[in-house]
């Protein structure tokens, strides 16, 4: 008799709004950007890169609730695909921008995770200003300081009467979407792996409006990346159940949550909420 597999959980998240715009681009040039240990994968003859803005809502650690001011952000990543020696395939991130300092400070001290903070504005425009009725229109802006600088403003249409679908078995939405492990490394350059648990995404073909970027420009150049995406779906997102990061190859065993709190106290009341103050965050919780 076959036993349901148990998760070690570090805590829970919702992604939202999330449109993933990805380019094809040589593994040539995504290699200095990522360690040793993990191969580039390619689909159709090519590595891809891909940029991927969303809504992060009621972000929690598994012994907390969400938080008012700390729970709820923007965040975009540049990321590509990779396959470790053991085999498993997972995200490298490049780099990862929040409108929250709270956040950002959790991320990259926890998980190892290059985050950064930005500026970011989620709009949703949907007037009878909009371009027709029966489209979506979702838009993305973004400043980041850290040197080097960099921004973005993207807009896509979403067609209504589309009825979202799964990714097919073996499809490029597949090898773009479905991917559950991330990979990063420590201080030390160890590698750690974490895994996160949701169902598979539902998503619908997305036109794009305008995208104007240079977040790419610090990982292939400032001209790879101006023409249009060559691949754009949009997902209303998805319910994230998040396991925590251990050392590659290893494979969780506690069967219950984590014994005890993998994030930093502040998540326990909203007494740092007035770090992230300087965040600009237009997104209503639904």
Known sequence: MQTKQKIRIAGYQQWRD???????????????????SLEIEE???????GLVPFSMQRIRPWWSPAVPGISWFLETNLRTYVR???GESGVWFFSLVANSRVAVAVARTVWNLPYYFARLILERPDSPAAEAPAQRIVAYRGLSRRNPSAEYDIG???DRNETPAVAL????????????????QGRRQEPFSGRVHHPPYTFRTARVICCRETLTASIIG???????PDHVVFSD???????????SGRSPTILEPLTKPP??????????????????HVVEER
């Open 18 to 36: 999330l449109t993933f715009l990805h380019w094809r681009v040589s593994a040539e040039s995504l290699r200095p950007g990522i360690p040793n």
């Open 43 to 49: 689909f159709d003859g090519t590595a891809w890169l």
């Open 84 to 86: 470790s020696r053991s």
């Open 156 to 158: 896509i249409a979403v």
């Open 169 to 184: 078995p073996g499809s490029l939405e597949e090898f773009l979407v479905e991917r559950y492990t991330l990979f990063a």
């Open 222 to 228: 400032p001209t790879a990346t101006r023409r249009p």
């Open 237 to 247: 997102g998805v319910d994230v159940t998040v396991s925590p990061l251990t050392i």
């Open 263 to 280: 994030w930093p106290r502040c998540f326990e009341s909203g007494r740092d909420a007035r770090k992230s103050d300087e965040a600009t």
